[in-house]
Structure formats: structure tokens, C-alpha cells
């Protein structure tokens, strides 16, 4: 029986724009010298679903769109990212009208949703001035989309502006060099964002919340690097979907969410620092160090505020010291959160998202041809993956053996090595499935997670101990230090199950 054939793909970069700036992109050189003229084009599409979003739910877009007197009805469905460009299986046919035609979603992923009850029916509607230019980039043709749209649904009005780089014949690669030579001309934001996902957006009441860090699924016969590139797109998608609240407002949980994401990133590249050696890598990870070190003082401020100022209030509430204590760092606290959003509003962190994600998708590493790189690049991700579990079990657990000893540094450093062996945990977990394992990895994450937040919560003291001085401070900071008898109690048992933990990667 001849195999089913493959869907046809979409392979897609976004970038978001201010709209007062689109124009800058259009008037770049480049697409003067590499562009074959421009088209000009109006389009309105009409997003169907169900009255209870079940096809969002499920990832899966069906609209209807009119480009003058044709329609053409696609059917979009997101598969797992292998890397940073957009990747999504599309379904596309001309219809008679801007209403759906059914007959024609028989081999599609929209099928299992036709159901006599289901009723799919216009959510809202997209209206999109768009300028198209195809470009000869390098060895790719890249149809350039610069848009200026507006989404209608339930009374309400989104605008926004967006250029999409859609391949059409030659490397992936080729997408994000071009992107990088069109940034010079205005900052361009690295977006995983559809114009579906805008307009659901805009027809709902509610404001996007914290986003945690998305599953990472890994095949087993997957190469390492193309495993490396599926956990860095992982990072940024989950970086770049908290970034978004936080332009809007300095909301804590974002922030904190977005630091999450660029440690994790960070740890990625440790973790397959062989695998991604080249000449940018240390530049990468600097400037990624640059951005958690600019969130981390709002965020450090907020921890020292909600955990410990906060629930001092009962107790010191009449004390005009503890007030002005508060105060004071409620100030400072605001002060750092303003610079969190000038930091993501600056061209520095613009440019160097869409630096790292040309250099997950398309850097120096990938191109290095001596076989000792090649090798790394092609071994197994399970070998790669049982190596660094086991490595950084073994030193974690000879790290801890005598934790209630160690000063507050060298807990601290314990607390980083576990924090990344959890990040790896969840990394690669998705490789081990068989034995048991399952039941091994959820203990080993819940373990590894409390170690963690036991020992967070010493450094949080530590770190307690070089806030300000004042009579408040170093009250309230002996009332802390009170708690950390207690505290390393909870962390000696806490690492005594994790040692005696069976290791879930090996069979």
C-alpha cells in the first residue's frame, strides 16, 4: 500500500513591527537591488470556528479569504516547531464565496471537526493591506509580506503591523539572514504569533496571562542538533509570548516567566555546548546573560518584597521604619520594572532575539564540515542525553553530600546545578517513555523542584543580608534568619530522596 502523502508545508518567519516604522522596512535598499517590483494587494479574511474555539484549541485556523474577486479557503494546523520559522501543514483551494466549502476538507486536519452538532460559523475578520515583494536572497527565493492590518470581531478593533517571510524554494536558513540585513532599518521583533491567534485575541475579554514554558517533545532518532534547535525555538517562543504582556504592563509573574525562559535557553546551550560550538556561541549566551541580569533586579525586588516585607506587615505595621523600608522598596521595585520595559522596547533586545534565533536556526556551528563537528552534530540525542543526565547527576549528588556544611555561595552553586539538571530533566524527557521511567521522571522533577525552592529560599535570606542597612532591615532579616535551622532540615531530606532516586534514563 503506497505511503499517505505528507501535507504540504508552510515554513514562515514573523516579524512584528511598529506601523510607524513598516515603511522603513519597504524602503531598504535591499528590496531595491534583490526584489522583482512590488504588488500591492487588499485582502479580507473571515476566521471560522466554533462558538467554543474548539479548532484554536486544537491549533487547527479555517478561513476564508477574498483578494479581489477570488476566494481562496486555507486550513492551517500547527505541528511541534522544529525550529524558530513557523512551521504549519496548509490546506488551500479557491472557493465560490467567502462561506467555507466542506467538501473539500475530506483529507485535512479540520475533518475529525465536522460533526452533525458542531457549529462552525465567523468568528471575526482580518482586513490587510499588504505589499508583496519576491526576493532573491542568497540562494533562496523568500516572498516578503509587509502588512498593515485591522481585526473586527465582537465590537472590538486590533491593529497591528507584521512582515512575513515565507519561503519558497531554498533554505530555511536563508529566511533569518535575510531578516538580520532587513533589522538594520528599524528593529524587527521576533514573533510566533498568527494573525488567527491576534484575532482570537481581540473577540475575547480576557488578558493574556503568564505563559509557562511549553512542553519540549524530542524524537529518539532525532540528531542532536536538530534536537538543540527544537529546545532553543521551545525557549523563545515561550520568552517571546511573555515579552508581549510585559510591553503591555510590568506584570510580575511575565517578567519572572520571560527570566524562566532565557535561563533555560541558557542552560540549553551549556547543555549542548559541544554540539553548538562555533566562533557566536559565548556572544550569544553573554548578551542572553545581559537580559535575565536586567530582569532579575525587578525580579529580585519583588521576591524580597512579596515573601519578606510583605508578610512582616502584621507584626511591624506601626513601626514608621518598616513603612519607610517599604516604601522605599516598592519605589525601587517600580524604578527596575520601568527599566525591564525600556529594556524590551530597545533595539538591543530586539536585535539580539532575532541574533539568537539566526543562530539557533542557521549559525557558524551548523556550517563547521571537520568530522569531529559534524559527528557531534549527527550523534543520537538519547546518547547526548544520557551522558549529560548522568554527568550532572553524579556531580549534584556529590555536590550535596554534605550540604547543611556548605556556606551560603556554595549552596548557591548547588542550587544552579540542580536548577539546570531540572531543566534538562524536562528538556529530554519526552526520549524516555519505556521501564517505568514515567514514574521516575515525575519523581526526579518533583524532587529536584523542591530542592530548588528550598534552597532559593536560603539564598533569599543570603541575599536579605546585603539589602540596605536599617534598623527595620536588620530586624526583619533576623526574623529570617530564624527560619534557616529549619530550612536546611528540609533541604538534607529533600537531597537524601533525591539520591536514592533511580535514574529514569537508564532502563
Not at 465560490?96 to 468568528?123: C, H, M, R, W
Not at 524590551?344 to 563537528?373: C, H, M, Y
Amino acid at each position: 500500500m503506497p505511503a499517505k502523502p505528507s501535507p504540504p508545508q508552510e515554513i514562515e518567519l514573523k516579524l512584528e513591527v511598529a506601523p510607524a516604522e513598516l515603511e522603513k522596512v519597504l524602503a531598504h535598499p535591499l528590496l531595491c537591488e534583490r526584489a522583482d517590483g512590488s504588488q500591492k494587494q487588499t485582502l479580507h479574511a473571515t476566521y471560522y470556528d466554533t462558538p467554543d474555539h474548539a479548532l484554536q484549541q486544537a491549533g487547527i485556523s479555517l478561513r476564508v479569504r477574498r483578494n479581489g474577486d477570488q476566494y481562496i479557503q486555507t486550513i492551517k494546523a500547527a505541528r511541534p516547531p522544529d525550529g524558530v520559522a513557523l512551521a504549519r501543514n496548509e490546506w488551500e483551494h479557491e472557493v465560490n464565496g467567502d462561506s467555507p466549502n466542506y467538501a473539500l476538507v475530506e483529507d485535512t486536519a479540520l475533518k475529525p471537526f465536522l460533526k452533525p452538532s458542531a457549529s462552525i460559523q465567523p468568528v471575526f475578520r482580518v482586513t490587510t493591506a499588504r505589499t508583496l515583494h519576491n526576493v532573491t536572497f542568497e540562494n533562496s527565493l523568500i516572498e516578503l509580506a509587509a502588512d498593515n492590518s485591522k481585526v473586527e470581531g465582537n465590537e472590538r478593533t486590533v491593529s497591528f503591523s507584521e512582515v512575513e517571510l515565507e519561503l519558497k524554494d531554498g533554505a530555511p536558513a536563508d529566511l533569518f539572514q535575510l531578516a538580520l540585513a532587513l533589522s538594520t532599518a528599524t528593529p524587527l521583533r521576533l514573533s510566533f504569533k498568527t494573525k488567527a491567534e491576534r484575532g482570537f485575541e481581540a473577540v475575547t475579554d480576557e488578558q493574556p496571562a503568564r505563559v509557562k514554558a511549553p512542553p519540549v517533545v524530542l524524537k529518539r532518532k532525532m540528531t542532536s542538533a536538530a534536537a538543540f534547535q527544537r529546545v532553543g525555538a521551545s525557549c523563545l517562543q515561550h520568552l517571546m509570548a511573555n515579552e508581549a504582556i510585559v510591553r503591555r504592563a510590568p506584570e510580575a509573574d511575565a517578567v519572572h516567566q520571560m527570566r524562566v525562559a532565557l535561563r533555560r535557553l541558557r542552560a540549553a546551550i551549556t547543555l549542548f555546548k559541544s554540539v553548538v560550538e562555533d566562533e557566536r556561541r559565548d556572544a550569544i549566551g553573554a548578551e542572553l546573560k545581559w537580559m535575565a541580569n536586567v530582569l532579575g533586579e525587578a525580579r529580585d525586588l519583588d521576591v524580597y518584597i512579596t515573601k519578606v516585607l510583605e508578610p512582616a506587615r502584621d507584626e511591624h505595621s506601626s513601626d514608621q521604619g518598616y513603612q519607610d523600608l517599604l516604601a522605599d522598596y516598592q519605589e525601587r521595585r517600580d524604578r527596575a520594572y520601568e527599566v525591564v520595559q525600556e529594556t524590551v522596547a530597545s533595539a538591543r533586545f530586539i536585535n539580539g532575539v532575532l541574533e539568537t534565533a539566526a543562530w539557533i536556526q542557521a549559525g557558524g556551528w551548523l556550517l563547521d564540515e571537520s568530522k569531529p563537528s559534524r559527528k557531534r552534530r549527527s550523534q543520537p540525542i538519547t546518547m547526548l542525553a544520557e551522558e549529560e543526565l548522568g554527568r550532572r547527576w553524579k556531580k549534584i549528588i556529590k555536590q550535596g553530600r554534605n550540604l547543611v556544611d556548605l556556606d551560603s555561595e556554595e549552596r548557591h552553586q548547588v542550587r544552579i546545578a540542580i536548577k539546570k539538571l531540572r531543566y534538562a530533566t524536562e528538556f529530554f524527557e519526552s526520549l524516555f517513555k519505556g521501564g517505568g521511567a514515567k514514574k521516575r521522571k515525575r519523581a526526579a522533577l518533583s524532587t529536584l523542584e523542591a530542592v530548588q525552592e528550598t534552597l532559593g529560599e536560603l539564598n533569599d535570606i543570603a541575599v536579605g543580608s546585603q539589602m540596605e542597612a536599617s534598623p527595620a532591615a536588620d530586624t526583619i532579616h533576623q526574623e529570617q534568619l530564624s527560619r534557616i535551622d529549619g530550612l536546611l532540615a528540609d533541604a538534607k531530606a529533600q537531597y537524601q530522596t533525591l539520591a536514592s532516586l533511580e535514574p529514569f534514563w537508564r532502563a
